[in-house]
């Protein structure tokens, strides 16, 4: 890009202004004079830098331009450098053939595309071997630009060896594609850039393409190979800027083209497309530019913690249900899914010269040539299409060509791709066509990869088109630590893992779901709601709710019956229900599954929400699904799917106690004195809470503990099947006992999920705790387990003081302090039948569980369980109470009082507020 296009460009730096200024200087010595040079030349550079920071700052979306503006000012500096080398400090009046000296610029600095704190890559050539001189220049330079605090990416090279290592090296020969004259012997820069072409380009673009092909998908499955992971890397992420340098790249090397522009001459983008181009290129190098600026280093991942300061400073504002931070990031979305669009379309055109097949648009191998193709054609075994009118003849292909593809398990040709999209706009006049829904409706419940059509048909913008509701949620993400993708690509996500357990390919991480789905009387309605599950999320209300009033629109058009139509909207209504049963509240209290089968009513829905339930926490994001989640959501579906198959309550409680004390009698073989004293000791609550393993556990615990004089028995035992560590305390019951456990287990850097605590008739505290490690994976390492002891043993012995060494701990994500979360404090006395249930929501930190519960001692509280959930930096801790005399506390000054000291509590410790 030319210079000249940068306004008032003396503003920035006056190279003959700066000239005269050097020119003056005087100083005793080469050393002394160089360092007055870095003086002056210093004072320039952070002149010109504030100058572009301000006009960056005066037009935040103008990121071409202020990327220009940086080469600039560093290709002027560069140059005085150059002539007060040569002239002041090491000069030459009659330099020989072999002296003479080019300094180009390469890479990022040679395609004039600078960032605040971009390397700057530049490059020294000679004709022949370097002379002395010359080598005396090129180190002086370059202490010049270190002195200045430049990072400096530099080569020195003759012809022949930048000839013979751009052969050999890829990613010298990249560099050099895009080297760019300076200062200096202009001879050479010719003579080089011939060369360059005739030795090292002549006959080798097919290698080369093949190559860069091959090294963005690298790069894809290093940063996550979606560009709709919610802090994306700006540079080097799918659908950033590498992917626009890669398609200059290999244009450039194949058609030898120098600017952008040429690219259409060649019909390798449309003008249309070329302005796309040029948008999003000036949209993500000011983004890349603010990132800079505002982490004052070279960052390129745009984090949590930068979005929301990003997003002001491009005057995004907000609007009703999306901050001001998710509507920018949205359109970051848009603009990389626009990356992904051209770029994939301009390199599968180079694909089908050079590379090897399939390397886009990939779909299993063609097992036969299919006989109906209905106009389509084959081209090299891909779907296509016959000419640029087809569509527009019959706008109902424009889904077809997706449901061809899936039924036949094709690739979809290029062509026909780029067309599709052309044409996008086609598809509102068959919205209500019921050929066109019934093929859509094909493709979304198909048995074979309906995640990978539904992404093409994503990509090439049909699916938002064809259902409106789907394209407003297109790249909107959602500014929280826990979903890791973009709403449209965690639905396609989840709809491709319910695929995968339903084909088995996943039975093994999910055997009851897969089960399930082979049971159900309408599977389509399953597809459906996981489709629009989330469809309605940034529209300001409850995205469940709302959610439910499309599914009633859209499934009748889709072809669902009314009673379809109304399961679909109450599983979307509702489709949050059993995760927040089965992780916030205690399932061994029956009055838990009783309203939980009061609102799932039929053994079908149970089945269905199931499903939905386990598709949409694991599309989520990688770590988010563990053992313990789907163990709690079992133990939840085979508790009310009993309650439906028998028609009744569970098995009254005695009933209940009586089996368990019968099962655990068969299991110790203890004598019946040992086991009446026993069953006499715990209370009724834990014969129903408690499974017959962990209760054996326990007995072997107590009675080993009695028979040594054991004042704390500590025992710990890893469940792979949980996924989480149970670890059993049992010492003299006191109060503030477990709020102090909880502090150890911080300590020990293990997380509790789940506790219930007993106290026995004669004054014994047995606490049975689950924990893991901060990952989610289970907590059992031998140096850990011993490190969670030691804590819990100097926790009870008051040895240190543990609220100071807690809170002093960093947060195990840095990054949650970008948020902001009001602490909410819900009290619940309608829960259960014998607790008062209190759910407590709060941003997520050290010491949080120790803080809440050392409330409720304060309170005078009595904890029976609790049970611990994180959703990125959200923590929703949820405990089960009963006052000092076992009773549900009921008295309203009481839970008033109670409330605002768990709010105290759940609010960050002074000195660590949180960030706005």
Same mark, same amino acid.
């Given at each position: 890009?030319?210079?000249?296009?940068?306004?008032?460009?003396?503003?920035?730096?006056?190279?003959?202004?700066?000239?005269?200024?050097?020119?003056?200087?005087?100083?005793?010595?080469?050393?002394?004079?160089?360092?007055?040079?870095?003086?002056?030349?210093?004072?320039?550079?952070?002149?010109?830098?504030?100058?572009?920071?301000?006009?960056?700052?005066?037009?935040?979306?103008?990121?071409?331009?202020?990327?220009?503006?940086?080469?600039?000012?560093?290709?002027?500096?560069?140059?005085?450098?150059?002539?007060?080398?040569?002239?002041?400090?090491?000069?030459?009046?009659?330099?020989?053939?072999?002296?003479?000296?080019?300094?180009?610029?390469?890479?990022?600095?040679?395609?004039?595309?600078?960032?605040?704190?971009?390397?700057?890559?530049?490059?020294?050539?000679?004709?022949?071997?370097?002379?002395?001189?010359?080598?005396?220049?090129?180190?002086?330079?370059?202490?010049?630009?270190?002195?200045?605090?430049?990072?400096?990416?530099?080569?020195?090279?003759?012809?022949?060896?930048?000839?013979?290592?751009?052969?050999?090296?890829?990613?010298?020969?990249?560099?050099?594609?895009?080297?760019?004259?300076?200062?200096?012997?202009?001879?050479?820069?010719?003579?080089?850039?011939?060369?360059?072409?005739?030795?090292?380009?002549?006959?080798?673009?097919?290698?080369?393409?093949?190559?860069?092909?091959?090294?963005?998908?690298?790069?894809?499955?290093?940063?996550?190979?979606?560009?709709?992971?919610?802090?994306?890397?700006?540079?080097?992420?799918?659908?950033?800027?590498?992917?626009?340098?890669?398609?200059?790249?290999?244009?450039?090397?194949?058609?030898?083209?120098?600017?952008?522009?040429?690219?259409?001459?060649?019909?390798?983008?449309?003008?249309?497309?070329?302005?796309?181009?040029?948008?999003?290129?000036?949209?993500?190098?000011?983004?890349?530019?603010?990132?800079?600026?505002?982490?004052?280093?070279?960052?390129?991942?745009?984090?949590?913690?930068?979005?929301?300061?990003?997003?002001?400073?491009?005057?995004?504002?907000?609007?009703?249900?999306?901050?001001?931070?998710?509507?920018?990031?949205?359109?970051?979305?848009?603009?990389?899914?626009?990356?992904?669009?051209?770029?994939?379309?301009?390199?599968?055109?180079?694909?089908?010269?050079?590379?090897?097949?399939?390397?886009?648009?990939?779909?299993?191998?063609?097992?036969?040539?299919?006989?109906?193709?209905?106009?389509?054609?084959?081209?090299?075994?891909?779907?296509?299409?016959?000419?640029?009118?087809?569509?527009?003849?019959?706008?109902?292909?424009?889904?077809?060509?997706?449901?061809?593809?899936?039924?036949?398990?094709?690739?979809?040709?290029?062509?026909?791709?780029?067309?599709?999209?052309?044409?996008?706009?086609?598809?509102?006049?068959?919205?209500?066509?019921?050929?066109?829904?019934?093929?859509?409706?094909?493709?979304?419940?198909?048995?074979?990869?309906?995640?990978?059509?539904?992404?093409?048909?994503?990509?090439?913008?049909?699916?938002?088109?064809?259902?409106?509701?789907?394209?407003?949620?297109?790249?909107?993400?959602?500014?929280?630590?826990?979903?890791?993708?973009?709403?449209?690509?965690?639905?396609?996500?989840?709809?491709?893992?319910?695929?995968?357990?339903?084909?088995?390919?996943?039975?093994?991480?999910?055997?009851?779901?897969?089960?399930?789905?082979?049971?159900?009387?309408?599977?389509?309605?399953?597809?459906?709601?996981?489709?629009?599950?989330?469809?309605?999320?940034?529209?300001?209300?409850?995205?469940?709710?709302?959610?439910?009033?499309?599914?009633?629109?859209?499934?009748?058009?889709?072809?669902?019956?009314?009673?379809?139509?109304?399961?679909?909207?109450?599983?979307?209504?509702?489709?949050?229900?059993?995760?927040?049963?089965?992780?916030?509240?205690?399932?061994?209290?029956?009055?838990?599954?009783?309203?939980?089968?009061?609102?799932?009513?039929?053994?079908?829905?149970?089945?269905?929400?199931?499903?939905?339930?386990?598709?949409?926490?694991?599309?989520?994001?990688?770590?988010?699904?563990?053992?313990?989640?789907?163990?709690?959501?079992?133990?939840?579906?085979?508790?009310?799917?009993?309650?439906?198959?028998?028609?009744?309550?569970?098995?009254?409680?005695?009933?209940?106690?009586?089996?368990?004390?019968?099962?655990?009698?068969?299991?110790?073989?203890?004598?019946?004195?040992?086991?009446?004293?026993?069953?006499?000791?715990?209370?009724?609550?834990?014969?129903?809470?408690?499974?017959?393993?962990?209760?054996?556990?326990?007995?072997?615990?107590?009675?080993?503990?009695?028979?040594?004089?054991?004042?704390?028995?500590?025992?710990?035992?890893?469940?792979?099947?949980?996924?989480?560590?149970?670890?059993?305390?049992? &010492?003299? !019951?006191? =109060? *503030?006992?477990?709020? /102090? %456990?909880?502090? +150890?287990?911080?300590? #020990?850097? @293990? $997380?509790?999920?789940?506790?219930?605590?007993?106290?026995?008739?004669?004054?014994?505290?047995?606490?049975?705790?689950?924990?893991?490690?901060?990952?989610?994976? &289970?907590? !059992?390492? =031998? *140096?850990?387990?011993? /490190? %969670?002891?030691? +804590?819990?043993?100097? #926790?009870? @012995? $008051?040895?240190?003081?543990?609220?100071?060494?807690?809170?002093?701990?960093?947060?195990?994500?840095?990054?949650?302090?970008?948020?902001?979360?009001?602490?909410?404090?819900?009290?619940?006395?309608?829960?259960?039948? /014998?607790?008062?249930?209190?759910?407590?929501? #709060?941003?997520?930190?050290?010491?949080?569980?120790?803080?809440?519960?050392?409330?409720?001692?304060?309170?005078?509280?009595?904890?029976?369980?609790?049970?611990?959930?994180?959703?990125?930096?959200?923590?929703?801790?949820?405990?089960?109470?009963?006052?000092?005399?076992?009773?549900?506390?009921?008295?309203?000054?009481?839970?008033?009082?109670?409330?605002?000291?768990?709010?105290?509590?759940?609010?960050?410790?002074?000195?660590?507020?949180?960030?706005?």
């Amino acid at each position: 890009m030319p210079n000249s296009s940068i306004p008032k460009r003396r503003a920035i730096i006056d190279r003959r202004e700066v000239a005269a200024r050097l020119h003056a200087l005087e100083a005793e010595g080469t050393a002394a004079l160089r360092q007055a040079a870095v003086a002056e030349l210093r004072t320039t550079m952070e002149a010109g830098c504030a100058e572009i920071a301000a006009r960056l700052e005066a037009k935040p979306s103008r990121g071409s331009i202020i990327a220009r503006s940086y080469s600039f000012l560093y290709d002027q500096l560069l140059r005085l450098i150059y002539d007060f080398t040569v002239q002041r400090l090491y000069s030459n009046s009659n330099p020989s053939d072999a002296e003479r000296l080019t300094l180009i610029a390469v890479g990022g600095y040679g395609r004039s595309e600078l960032a605040p704190f971009s390397d700057l890559d530049i490059g020294f050539l000679t004709p022949y071997k370097q002379p002395p001189w010359c080598e005396q220049v090129i180190e002086s330079i370059l202490y010049t630009l270190w002195d200045l605090g430049l990072k400096v990416g530099h080569s020195s090279r003759s012809l022949d060896d930048m000839v013979r290592m751009a052969k050999s090296d890829m990613t010298i020969r990249t560099a050099l594609l895009e080297a760019r004259y300076l200062w200096g012997d202009e001879g050479i820069y010719d003579e080089a850039t011939r060369r360059f072409y005739a030795e090292v380009v002549e006959g080798t673009a097919q290698a080369f393409t093949a190559e860069k092909l091959a090294e963005r998908d690298r790069r894809h499955e290093r940063m996550g190979d979606s560009r709709y992971v919610v802090e994306p890397n700006v540079k080097d992420g799918k659908g950033g800027l590498r992917d626009l340098h890669t398609l200059f790249w290999i244009g450039r090397y194949v058609h030898k083209v120098r600017d952008l522009g040429e690219l259409v001459e060649h019909g390798l983008l449309t003008s249309d497309e070329l302005k796309q181009f040029r948008k999003a290129r000036d949209f993500l190098l000011a983004v890349r530019c603010h990132l800079h600026l505002i982490a004052n280093r070279p960052e390129e991942r745009l984090t949590f913690d930068v979005q929301p300061e990003i997003a002001r400073r491009m005057s995004y504002a907000e609007r009703t249900g999306k901050s001001a931070v998710e509507r920018f990031m949205q359109h970051y979305f848009l603009m990389a899914k626009q990356v992904g669009d051209l770029t994939g379309v301009f390199l599968a055109h180079l694909d089908e010269q050079y590379g090897p097949r399939g390397r886009r648009f990939v779909m299993p191998t063609l097992r036969r040539k299919p006989r109906k193709l209905n106009g389509f054609t084959l081209d090299r075994g891909r779907l296509s299409i016959p000419g640029e009118d087809f569509f527009a003849k019959d706008p109902v292909r424009l889904i077809e060509l997706f449901a061809l593809a899936d039924q036949h398990e094709l690739e979809i040709h290029p062509v026909a791709m780029r067309q599709a999209g052309r044409d996008e706009k086609l598809v509102a006049k068959i919205r209500k066509n019921a050929r066109a829904n019934a093929l859509f409706l094909d493709v979304l419940t198909s048995p074979r990869d309906p995640e990978t059509v539904l992404r093409w048909m994503n990509e090439a913008g049909i699916f938002g088109r064809f259902v409106p509701d789907f394209g407003r949620v297109v790249a909107q993400m959602q500014f929280d630590m826990y979903h890791h993708y973009t709403v449209d690509e965690h639905t396609i996500r989840a709809i491709g893992l319910l695929a995968k357990i339903e084909n088995g390919r996943l039975k093994d991480d999910h055997p009851l779901a897969h089960a399930l789905m082979g049971k159900l009387v309408s599977r389509r309605v399953l597809y459906v709601a996981v489709l629009l599950h989330d469809i309605a999320k940034g529209r300001g209300g409850d995205h469940s709710i709302l959610g439910a009033e499309v599914a009633e629109k859209l499934c009748p058009r889709l072809g669902l019956d009314a009673g379809e139509t109304q399961t679909v909207a109450w599983l979307v209504r509702w489709h949050l229900l059993m995760s927040a049963t089965a992780f916030k509240r205690d399932l061994a209290d029956p009055k838990t599954i009783e309203d939980f089968v009061l609102a799932v009513k039929s053994p079908e829905r149970l089945k269905l929400l199931l499903a939905l339930t386990v598709v949409d926490i694991r599309a989520v994001g990688p770590g988010v699904w563990n053992d313990w989640k789907g163990q709690l959501l079992s133990d939840l579906y085979e508790l009310a799917e009993e309650t439906l198959r028998l028609g009744h309550k569970h098995h009254g409680r005695r009933t209940r106690i009586a089996e368990a004390q019968e099962a655990l009698a068969k299991t110790l073989d203890w004598p019946e004195a040992d086991l009446a004293h026993l069953f006499k000791r715990m209370p009724k609550a834990y014969w129903i809470a408690e499974n017959e393993d962990t209760a054996a556990a326990n007995a072997r615990q107590m009675a080993d503990a009695r028979a040594q004089d054991d004042k704390l028995s500590i025992a710990t035992q890893p469940d792979p099947d949980r996924g989480a560590t149970l670890v059993t305390v049992y &010492t003299a !019951d006191h =109060p *503030g006992l477990f709020y /102090r %456990l909880a502090g +150890a287990v911080d300590m #020990a850097g @293990a $997380n509790v999920i789940d506790a219930r605590i007993y106290t026995t008739r004669d004054g014994m505290a047995l606490d049975n705790i689950l924990v893991q490690d901060p990952l989610g994976g &289970t907590f !059992d390492d =031998p *140096g850990q387990l011993q /490190r %969670l002891e030691t +804590a819990i043993r100097d #926790a009870l @012995a $008051n040895k240190h003081k543990m609220r100071e060494r807690l809170e002093a701990r960093p947060l195990p994500r840095t990054r949650a302090e970008a948020f902001h979360i009001q602490p909410l404090v819900l009290i619940d006395n309608k829960a259960s039948n /014998r607790y008062t249930v209190i759910e407590v929501n #709060a941003l997520d930190r050290p010491a949080l569980l120790n803080s809440l519960t050392h409330a409720l001692f304060q309170s005078k509280a009595t904890i029976r369980s609790a049970h611990i959930a994180t959703y990125g930096e959200r923590a929703v801790d949820t405990f089960y109470l009963t006052d000092l005399f076992g009773e549900k506390i009921v008295d309203p000054s009481r839970l008033k009082a109670l409330q605002k000291r768990l709010l105290k509590a759940a609010s960050a410790p002074k000195g660590k507020k949180q960030a706005a």
